[in-house]
């Protein structure tokens, strides 16, 4: 397990967790109708105590139907029926405010194509006890991707890296959409001020919460190329994470040479937070 974040700045001493409180697992989709059922399924296998929010774009193939269809048979699964396609962005802010809203302690992201194995999810909630927030991450010790094409694996690990390295965040894998929530970390970020996509948002997500001081823990996970359905990846996004994150890292630089206020959510522009 490799720790991403730390200690919040300031010497801020060690914070003490409380209890975890009720999971809410976030599955966004659009066209996902091959995938619903069985990723649902596993989920509510895998953590039987979990609650799952299936954050539906309106899809053309009826997901969100099939999705309402298991809903009625099951009341630990909710549909939260969207006007369109907006993005993975809007579809987990969405859910985030949802679950925050009805009182979850725990919200997690995860993909509906299966390339995130439900099986894992215990590991990350275990972590979860003694950190902020927790990542799944292809790229630390025990980490791995499988049928995945070379050039997927390069842009992959090149955009953590070059995420890394200009923002400045010791996390391997900063793209990573696998992640569990602390509620009141999550409501600690400026949620109100996201407003990037795909995986500049889990970039800016990761970045905001080493910024803030959070204790960001990574486990390694298996990545699984999915089976059925289309890949969401685009051009389109792979640019915006690029100009997003050159943006970021230039304007933190001339901040701090500038002596400017910091990027909302950091330690320096809140008030100390409570061990």
């Known amino acids: 397990m490799n720790d991403g974040g730390g200690v919040p700045r300031g010497g801020v001493q060690e914070r003490r967790y409380g209890p975890l409180g009720k999971a809410l697992v976030i599955i966004p989709t659009y066209n996902e109708a091959e995938n619903i059922q069985a990723i649902v399924s596993r989920v509510r296998a ?18 969100g139907k099939f999705a309402d269809e298991i809903a009625v048979q099951d009341e630990q699964v909710q549909v939260l029926h969207r006007k369109g396609k907006e993005g993975l962005g809007a579809a987990y802010l969405a859910g985030f405010a949802w679950g925050i809203e009805r009182g979850y302690g725990v919200l997690v992201e995860m993909d509906a194509d299966g390339s995130h194995q439900p099986e894992e999810l215990p590991r990350l909630l275990t972590a979860l006890k003694g950190a902020d927030l927790v990542l799944g991450s292809r790229w630390v010790p025990g980490g791995r991707v499988v049928n995945w094409p070379r050039h997927r694996e390069f842009l992959s690990r090149g955009g953590s890296t070059y995420s890394r ?73 792979v640019v915006e994470a690029l100009w997003r994150v050159t943006a970021w890292g230039v304007g933190d630089r001339a901040n701090r040479l500038l002596g400017r206020k910091p990027l909302s959510g950091s330690p320096d522009s809140r008030s100390p937070r409570s061990s």
Not at 49 to 55: E, F, G, H
Not at 207 to 217: C, P, S
């Open 46 to 63: 895998a953590v039987p105590d979990a609650d799952v929010l299936v954050a539906d774009d309106n899809s053309p193939d009826g997901t």
């Open 165 to 237: 390295l200009l923002l400045g965040v010791p996390i391997r894998d900063v793209t990573g959409g696998f992640r569990a929530f602390r509620a009141e970390t999550l409501q600690g970020l400026g949620l109100t001020e996201v407003a990037s996509q795909g995986y500049c948002f889990q970039v800016d997500l990761a970045r905001r919460a080493v910024a803030a001081g959070y204790h960001v823990v990574e486990v390694p996970i298996t990545f699984v190329e999915r089976e059925l359905g289309d890949s969401k990846m685009s051009r389109d996004i």
